[in-house]
């Protein structure tokens, strides 16, 4: 599949199907997405898949932490965010009420719980970093993050980045044994899409080019 049309068409799916992934499809998908640059070429990711029972086992204890922490989805800035950027959020959220009004849900509960659990995809994969690195790391693990789901989607596969998770690290990491000085920074839904689902119509917008370009000549 053409690249273009691959960063064209990926959108992040909140329904999948509950057919098993095969693992060497994961392995492929990761594969690539460790040809990510990274600064220095340090690959400072670190990759843990979870699949079948133990996939399960993680939503249950995130759910929990959910129902007793109350953190929800949201941005954790640490100012007050440019309004340009609060409305890019607010506008998002208001066009997908009417998929939730459609599959009758309550949109809060679709999102936080539905994070929770991976949108009921059956891999999930967690995205670490050492605590050793600055906040530059992060960067690497971003773009590890973005071949990734483009990486899925080329192979049929449908994605939804999960950073509410990142809430409830502690958990996570006793959970799946991760060591103490890793830092969970993202989550990703990962299987085959529910097509069927209305929530997978809905497509989210982007501001034009031009509003978030200057140009120095
Ligand atoms: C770092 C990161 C964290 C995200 N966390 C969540 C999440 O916890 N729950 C969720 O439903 N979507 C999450 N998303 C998906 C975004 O909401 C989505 O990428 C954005 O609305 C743009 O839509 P698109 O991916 O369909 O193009 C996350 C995306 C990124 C990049």
Not at 93 to 105: R, Y
Not at 152 to 170: F, Q
Not at 186 to 194: E, Q, R
Request: one cysteine or more; glycine letters at 8%; a neutral charge.
């Amino acid at each position: 599949m053409d690249l273009i049309n691959v960063i064209q068409e990926r959108r992040s799916v909140r329904a999948f199907k509950p057919d098993p992934v095969p693992r060497q499809t994961i392995e492929e998908i990761l594969r690539l997405a460790i040809h990510a640059p990274s600064a220095i070429n340090l690959q400072p990711c670190e990759f843990t898949a979870v699949m079948g029972e133990e996939r399960e086992r993680l939503s249950r204890r995130l759910i929990k932490a959910y129902r007793e922490k109350q953190i929800s989805c949201g941005p954790g800035n640490v100012k007050p965010l440019p309004k340009t950027v609060g409305k890019r959020g607010a506008k998002t959220l208001l066009m997908m009420n009417p998929f939730f009004k459609e599959m009758g849900v309550d949109s809060s509960k679709f999102i936080n719980e539905g994070s929770c659990n991976f949108y009921g995809a059956p891999v999930a994969v967690i995205l670490c970093l050492d605590d050793s690195f600055s906040k530059g790391g992060l960067v690497d693990i971003g773009i590890t993050l973005g071949y990734f789901v483009l990486a899925a989607h080329a192979l049929g596969l449908g994605t939804c980045p999960i950073g509410l998770i990142t809430a409830y690290g502690d958990e996570i990491k006793e959970e799946l044994n991760i060591p103490e000085n890793k830092d969970v920074v993202v989550g990703i839904a990962v299987g085959y899409p529910d097509t069927g689902s209305p929530i997978n119509r809905f497509r989210s917008p982007r501001d034009e080019m031009e509003k978030v370009t200057r140009w120095i000549e």
